[in-house]
């Protein structure tokens, strides 16, 4: 069975300039996960969602952080304009998300480690 | 917000020597969660208590979990250079949100 799928693996960017991260659940899985993790720390929820409808995103910084999953199967981060503290691997994992079940397993993928210089 | 805490931050022990890292948690919980995330493979589930458990084993890592004193432990045996890695225990807060701690940063030593 494939895994998450994320890509790119690295990204080194500009602060003022935008970028777009891209994750592939696995197959069938409902629940997509984006996480933000700094260095030193433990990745931080940022956005999930259920099929392609947002079930949480209270810590998206949504002045400059969006989040879409169309056909509720792939999904894209952006951030327009990036800041210096965003730097951080960005985290994308998926579950079955079976109904009455959500505290599934999460499959994570390799991340995404963004520069901001 | 954080839900869950490690401890020790690091550890560094010989190869073959036992590792056991400590969480502690603040609300109540249905199932705590182990992660491991090295450079080479990511972050990776480990292992999965629930609140009506009190010990499991999965090969070379057992997990405890005391509910009352809101803690839970991993240790890993007989550790090789491969368990070098950060771990990680989180719990859901809410239903679906999973809340992870700092980690703890294990370095074997051959």
């Known amino acids: 069975e494939a895994g998450v799928a994320q890509s790119p693996r690295y990204k080194i960017i500009e602060k003022r300039q935008s970028v777009a991260f891209w994750c592939n659940p696995i197959?069938?899985?409902?629940?997509l996960y984006w996480y933000q993790q700094i260095l030193g720390q433990g990745p931080k929820l940022l956005i999930q969602?259920?099929?392609?409808?947002?079930?949480?995103d209270s810590q998206l910084p949504k002045d400059r952080f969006s989040a879409e999953r169309l056909k509720g199967v792939d999904s894209t981060l952006k951030i327009q304009p990036a800041k210096l503290e965003d730097s951080a691997v960005y985290l994308c994992?998926?579950?079955?998300?079976?109904?009455?079940?959500?505290?599934?397993?999460?499959?994570f993928g390799p991340g995404t480690r963004l520069t901001v210089l | 917000s954080q839900q869950g805490e490690e401890d020790p931050q690091a550890l560094s022990i010989q190869e073959g020597e036992n590792a056991t890292m400590n969480c502690s948690y603040k609300?109540?919980?249905?199932?705590l969660q182990w992660y491991r995330q090295n450079s080479g493979r990511g972050l990776v589930h480990l292992i999965l208590i629930r609140s009506n458990e009190r010990e499991k084993h999965s090969g070379r890592l057992r997990v405890t979990l005391d509910t009352s004193k809101k803690s839970s432990s991993l240790l890993i045996t007989a550790s090789r250079a491969a368990d070098t890695a950060s771990y990680f225990c989180a719990t859901f807060q809410g239903a679906q949100k999973l809340v992870f701690g700092q980690g703890t940063r294990l370095t074997i030593n051959p």
């Open positions: 609300t109540s919980i249905n199932n």
């Open positions: 969602f259920q099929n392609n409808g947002v079930v949480d």
């Open positions: 197959s069938g899985h409902a629940t």
């Open positions: 994992a998926s579950s079955l998300g079976r109904g009455g079940l959500p505290q599934d397993t999460q499959y």
